[in-house]
């Protein structure tokens, strides 16, 4: 029976990829339009599969550093092994796999999306959805994938190999190594996400300074050169960061909770190991159930509502596991079990894992409200915007500031009532639960970048008003499942950093972090500031790098003659290369803050005071992420909301007039917020958290001791830091088995 479950996960995993496939074909195969859309999608293409590769080659040399560092880290300590190098590089090399599959079928969906939104708006939107669905399959099936087999290869290589229990140090090693594949995973989506966001918005803020504001031409003009380094910027940042980011979550939310099901005693019929193997098999079925609820995203005719069709889809996959996962932890788990001294049944890991559903969903509902157009929110920085540039930043500003408040009352209520169905396991396995449904998360916020790309080949090759019309109705609703995906994320890395930071105590033989400890407290505070000065370069890079597309751009405006009567073709190669090799530049310094600092504090001062670290970062973090990618989502549609007009005291603004223009500001501002350093925020916390988790062992003050040979005497060393209830129960299962 325990031999089939493990399997299994692997398996699904293969069947998101096989899936993913088909649908890869079929967008394939679609009509790609005339010669001067294709020679446009082309020029996209070719942008960005330069971006990635110098973004690689870069992240090569890092990863061999990293894995030279991690083997020879491996060898100084009994829970740990030279192998896990080898597992952080499967990590980095499947998480930067999964953004190059998003990457791809984008640049190849969105002139597909243009063509087809020539004939309808439901084959437009089912052209660019199968397109984000592609991303969304590649990344949970990969995930589930690599995770599924490493965990099978260390399971038996270090537990079964030897005949050792499931709850001692050997299962530990197990997992401490397979920590290396989310390492690698989150270290690749950090840079990812930070380069790729410089990249996008460092384009996007000189096409729109020059081109709409200074020349007076539409977005995605032909006539701009940064308008093909823009629709770049799209999928390099949006499709291919955002599916490296996710997957690293995925990983990380799975492994912590598996780490933390290493703690409890199991009464069950998989040989102990159903605390550990849940997490795995509810992502695997979650993919399965993200296939089903793809097939309920599609609308009947021009008046459909696409905003609908994708929430009937993504509400389906979560009630579908929902379901499921009522009957799979009846049917894995014992009637009770314990984790640090807290009791709890299976029917209340059910609960936990509902509650991270809910707060998935209610987290999405409140982003989509502080970010839609045609809501409050928005509706005031529209107001803000008829009395200047000024009073638009202020509105956007109040508006991300207020738009924390809901979410986070949200995601206390979540920890609270997880932590009081199952204790920091229910924790874990809520953020399992919220992440389960990853694939149809990422599909539907894949298909935005998707749609964006599509509306700009349009504009670009001169198409008839109503196609840009439709593909500006999917682009509207994708900007809204941008900011609720990245509200989505932000929620999971917070649970999965508690559930991670509950690991880290639990390994580095830590009782509590006692604030009232003066170096502790000094750790708290280091940790709040570093989301500040991680944003602070992200947001100085793109202004750096804008900068220098600003001054291009005019250039050539200046020194190319013809371009406005459309009689030259600008020069995208040069902004192109502009934005590239800005966004490889600048990426370093935020990525080195996240990987050096918990290791220097850890090392230096000891775990309490690395765990002081990490609750200040988790918490400001958090609070960021929130309040910039809210304040960059509503100020981008209050600027959208100009092109079909608005009334402001009974008079009709347009495009081109002077709230407009003020609005074009404000989203200008927000570009870097919501697309470069706050959705990093996320993979921040993770990052440094799993670092954590991997230096554990190191700093640990309550080592293992290489004397001790007894497996009865070894689970004592570890149990005794756990509480006395949880050690009484724990030697006694050993007593039995052996």
Known sequence: MEQALIYLVPLLGIIGLIVMAIKSAWVTKQETGDKTMMELAGYIADGAMAFLKAEWKVLGYFAVIAMILLAWSGNMVETSSPVIAISFLIGAVFSAFAGFIGMRIATKANVRTTQAARTSLKQALKVSFTGGSVMGLGVAGLAVLGLGALFIVFYQLYVQRVGAGVNGVEMEKALEVLAGFSLGAESIALFARVGGGIYTKAADVGADLVGKVEAGIPEDDVRNPATIADNVGDNVGDVAGMGADLFGSYVATILATMVLGREIVSADNFGGIAPILLPMVLAGLGIIFSILGMLFVTIKDEKGDVQKALNMGNWSSIVFTAIASFFIVQYMLPETMSIRGYEFTNIQVFYAIILGLVVGTLMSIITEYYTAMGKRPVKSIIKQSATGHATNIIGGLSVGMESTVLPILVLAGGIYGAYEFAGLYGVAIAAAGMMATTAMQLAIDAFGPIADNAGGIAEMSQLPEEVRGRTDILDAVGNTTAATGKGFAIASAALTSLALFAAFVGIAGIDAI?????????????????????????????????????????????????????????????????????????????????????????????????????????????????????????????????????????????????????????????????????????????????????????????????????????????????????????????????
């Open 514 to 738: 006692d604030i009232y400890k003066a170096p502790v407290l000094a750790g708290l505070f280091v940790g709040g500031m570093i989301p500040f000065i991680f944003s602070s370069l992200a947001i100085a890079a793109v202004g750096r790098a804008a900068m220098d597309m600003v001054n291009e751009v005019r250039r050539q405006f200046r020194e190319i003659p013809g371009i406005m009567e459309y009689k030259a073709k600008p020069e995208y190669d040069k902004c192109v290369e502009i934005s590239t090799k800005a966004s490889i530049r600048e990426m370093i310094a935020p990525g080195a803050i996240a990987l050096i600092t918990p290791i220097l504090v850890g090392f230096l001062f000891g775990p309490e005071v690395l765990g002081g670290l990490l609750a200040g970062v988790t918490v400001s973090g958090v609070l960021m992420g929130m309040f910039q990618s809210n304040a960059g989502g509503a100020w981008d549609n209050a600027k959208k909301s100009f092109e079909k007009g608005v009334e402001i005291d009974g008079e009709m603004f347009y495009k081109k007039s002077e709230p407009h223009k003020a609005s074009v500001t404000g989203d200008t501002v927000g570009d870097p917020f919501k697309d470069t350093s706050g959705p990093s925020m996320n993979i921040l916390i993770k990052l440094m958290s799993i670092v954590a988790l991997i230096i554990a062992p190191h700093i640990s003050e309550k080592a293992h001791s290489d004397t001790l040979t007894s497996n009865i005497e070894v689970k004592k060393e570890i149990t005794y830091e756990n509480g006395k209830k949880v050690v009484t129960e724990t030697i006694t299962a050993l007593e039995k088995n052996e």
